[in-house]
């Protein structure tokens, strides 16, 4: 009983702050860089160099989020002259963070849940490899996927071309599994990996770029994942905290055992 109070509890908690978590990033497509402070934007300048990006990196990921390129042009020309003054504060919070650059859906991933143990289940085996300060299995939102990854609704495609031509496209899957580029049209992705999915990207762009495909092209085009849509998983059974927890797509069943607190006393790792 006393375990189920302290869930319920921390979940009145989360549904009474998750408001004012949504708000601490604005959606980089909405801002206004003109009515930014100086200090935001130096703020802004120390996340990018925190995170080891250059400037450009920096304003490719407000791109990828929606940024127009106006408020980009705006934004760069902003970042060099604040540069230049380093003695300016930063205690202001930025109205956008990098963060809300990497991932549109990262302040919806669920977090693990607190869970109290007794010291008996404490000394389950197994137990401080799910349960541990110092082991995370927590999945990010913006760590690269494999070319197994199965294309979704809502999941993002960057495609660049580079060489002879240059092109860039942002393509969103519809509800139907299609992408759709200019001058192609669509092309269906959804239910399948990664890898297949471009193959059948870059066959369709040869026929607008002929030397694509050549023996020594001199167009080439480089295609990667941007947002990746969220994903429910029910975890049932004999485990510490059963629930629907809300992963990126690229999470993988054991991210979601770890969430669960792994198996109880009564499960078996075995």
């Known amino acids: 009983m006393k375990r189920i109070l302290v869930l319920l509890g921390a979940v009145i908690m989360m549904m009474v702050l998750a408001p004012e978590i949504r708000t601490q990033n604005m959606n980089p497509a909405s801002v206004d860089v003109s009515a930014l402070s100086d200090a935001q934007i130096q703020r802004l300048i120390s996340e990018v160099k925190k995170r080891g990006l250059s400037e450009q990196q920096a304003l490719d990921l407000a791109r990828v989020r929606g940024m127009s390129e106006g408020q980009l042009k705006i934004l760069s020309q902003r970042m060099k002259t604040v540069s230049k003054n380093s003695d300016l504060s930063a205690d202001l919070k930025p109205e956008f963070s990098l963060d809300s650059l990497f991932d549109k859906n990262e302040n919806l991933y669920s977090k693990k849940p607190f869970i109290p143990f ?32 199965k294309l979704a609704v809502g999941d993002e495609l960057r495609i660049d071309v580079y060489g002879a031509s240059q092109q860039s496209y942002v393509a969103i899957v519809n509800k139907n599994g299609q992408i759709s580029i200019p001058n192609i049209g669509p092309i269906a992705v959804g239910g399948r990996d990664f890898s297949t999915v471009k193959k059948i990207i870059r066959e369709k762009l040869s026929l607008i770029y002929r030397d694509l495909t050549e023996s020594t092209p001199k167009t080439f085009v480089n295609i990667h994942l941007g947002a990746i849509q969220s994903i429910t998983v029910h975890v049932i059974g004999e485990v510490f905290a059963p629930g629907t927890y809300t992963l990126p797509g690229s999470a993988t069943a054991f991210n979601a055992l770890y969430f669960s607190g792994g198996p109880n006393i009564k499960g078996t790792f075995r």
């Open 118 to 149: 007794t010291k008996e289940e404490e000394r389950l085996f197994g137990f401080n490899f799910f349960n541990s300060d110092k082991l995370t299995f927590q999945p990010g939102g913006s760590f690269s996927v494999t070319d197994e990854y």
